[in-house]
């Protein structure tokens, strides 16, 4: 992808922090896959199994941990896919982020008891409920609708078509992707002698603090009487759903499609892999790692995990060995069960 912006390799070395080999004056104008890149591009090799790609490739600067091979301009750093988006934002990101509606749209419906601190935006048919409280240089998205006595702090963006319901509390610098609920009720229902359900009223809330990103059309539930937590810079993807009463711990990082039960708690710094299920009530510790489709149904020590129930990632590599093997297995089964039978007296 191009843009109009063109930067040099010395430029790009100096606005990124990396060393640069090759052409400093070399220009680029945008940026690119390994195999699709132009002269003018710029791409990066951040894993091993692209180093064929990037030696066929043109690209006219790539980043890099370490050169592949003499002929190339290189940006070389710790951390190479970082320093890729870097440029990619010096190059695509727009001259000013903020929407043409500025402001506070005439469309929006605020009630007069909602506190709106200096630099808000609110977008056109947005609905602010009594008591709201919105930190200063927060952006409220069209359509976004925020229940009675919420609390955003400093620096969020609500993005279109949210919806946060009553008393929830959101921190600083939270980002809601379109479409994302909060406070929706929890799943609780009492049946009675007849096997009908009757609603148990979900009087909680939500907290989401400093710095959380939830992605889009994710639902996080409220408690049934207490706060569901997602505790600062975890970091949820799409179609994520989180039942009543669960804790998410600091600088998780969840997948779409996960799903985790009510009363599930998680430490600092677990990674959840797509399609992802926790039962309620389990706790995962500190620096627990689930891979795809793994289902946690008790207490995870650290470490990484996969299948379902998930089991030591190692361990399941071994049974993944057997399972394909399965077909041999029975084969020599028969076998020994025949030579068996004919060793057996008539």
Not at 74 to 85: A, E, I, K, M
Not at 122 to 137: F, K, L, Q, T
Not at 277 to 293: C, S
Request: net charge neutral; aromatic share 6%; glycine share 10%.
């Amino acid at each position: 992808m191009s843009s109009t912006k063109s930067f040099s390799l010395a430029e790009l070395a100096e606005q990124t922090g990396s060393r640069f080999i090759g052409n400093p004056d070399h220009q680029v104008t945008g940026v690119n896959t390994l195999e699709e890149a132009l002269s003018s591009d710029v791409s990066f090799l951040a894993n091993p199994r692209y180093r064929e790609a990037m030696k066929k490739s043109v690209a006219g600067i790539i980043c890099v941990q370490e050169p592949v091979e003499d002929g190339k301009n290189y940006l070389v750093s710790d951390n190479p896919s970082l320093t890729f988006q870097r440029i990619a934002e010096l190059l695509l990101a727009p001259t000013s982020r903020e929407s043409g509606f500025t402001g506070i749209h005439p469309t929006a419906v605020i009630h007069p008891t909602a506190h709106i601190g200096r630099n808000v935006s609110i977008g056109p048919y947005a609905v602010i409920d009594r008591n709201v409280d919105i930190g200063e240089s927060t952006s409220i998205g069209p359509h976004v609708s925020i229940g009675f006595e919420v609390q955003i702090g400093k620096g969020c963006f609500i993005h279109p078509s949210c919806c946060i319901r009553e008393r929830c509390i959101i921190h600083d610098r939270v980002i809601l992707q379109p479409g994302a609920v909060i406070g929706s009720c929890g799943f609780g229902y009492l049946p009675n002698a007849q096997g009908h359900f009757s609603k148990l009223e979900q009087l909680g809330n939500v907290i989401l603090e400093d710095d959380v990103e939830i992605g889009a059309n994710t639902t996080i539930d409220r408690s049934r009487f207490k706060s569901t937590i997602i505790r600062k810079g975890t970091k949820i993807d799409n179609l994520v759903q989180i039942a009543h009463n669960v804790e998410i711990g600091e600088h998780n990082a969840i997948a779409a499609q996960t799903g985790i039960a009510g009363s599930a708690k998680t430490g600092k710094h677990v990674m959840l892999g797509g399609q992802v299920g926790i039962l309620g009530h389990v706790e995962l510790d500190n620096h627990v790692r689930i891979a795809t489709r793994g289902g946690a149904s008790k207490y995870l020590k650290a470490g990484e995990y996969r299948g379902s129930p998930a089991i030591p990632i190692a361990d399941y590599h071994r049974q993944e060995v057997h399972v394909r093997k399965l077909k041999d297995y029975i084969a020599r089964l028969k076998e020994l069960e025949k030579k068996l039978a004919e060793l057996q007296p008539q």
